[in-house]
């Protein structure tokens, strides 16, 4: 049943996104590894920046590759992004709904897995602007639920 409702919610998080897509002002990639299983990811993402004071809408999809596993995992992340006197790094904590398509190779005899999983990710990290206003940034992500995983990722966001 939460499972459920969690893919409910997500998939309400659409017409908002799509409905905020020409406030969004930067876009990028993403890439690390995950700790559970064991890969490296890579992905692409967007920020709708400040739909409400210090918040922003962070969509992004990811692609996990090792380990004998492929995972898609778009994730529906929120930022609340903090402000910190004299420095020109900005600190954000975050959260929202995840999913992850799994797909599992097995050995012979045994017959391939695949299934689909939502969860709840816990987000904290920093972006560092450069010089062209662009942001470099690394974050660690803990998904919880159905997607127990640890990710330290980093990436660059450029405006759009």
């Not at 391939?112 to 992500?141: A, I, K, M």
Request: hydrophobic share 45%.
């Amino acid at each position: 049943m939460l499972r459920k409702l969690l893919l409910a919610g997500a998939l309400g998080l659409l017409p908002l996104a799509a409905q905020a897509a020409s406030a969004v002002t930067t876009g990028g990639f993403r890439f690390g590894v995950s700790l559970s299983p064991d890969q490296f990811v890579f992905g692409g993402q967007l920020a709708l920046q400040e739909f409400a004071p210090h918040w922003s809408f962070n969509p992004n999809l990811e692609l996990g590759v090792g380990d004998n596993q492929t995972v898609i995992a778009p994730n529906f992340d929120a930022y609340y992004h903090l402000r910190m006197a004299g420095t020109n790094w900005a600190p954000y904590v975050g959260g929202g709904i995840g999913l992850a398509f799994v797909s599992e190779d097995r050995s012979f005899p045994e017959r391939d897995h695949s299934e689909t999983d939502v969860g709840l990710n816990l987000v904290g990290g920093f972006s560092v602007p450069t010089n062209t206003g662009n942001h470099w940034f690394t974050e660690l992500r803990l998904g919880l639920g159905d997607i127990p995983s640890l990710k330290v990722m980093g990436g660059f966001n450029f405006r759009m």
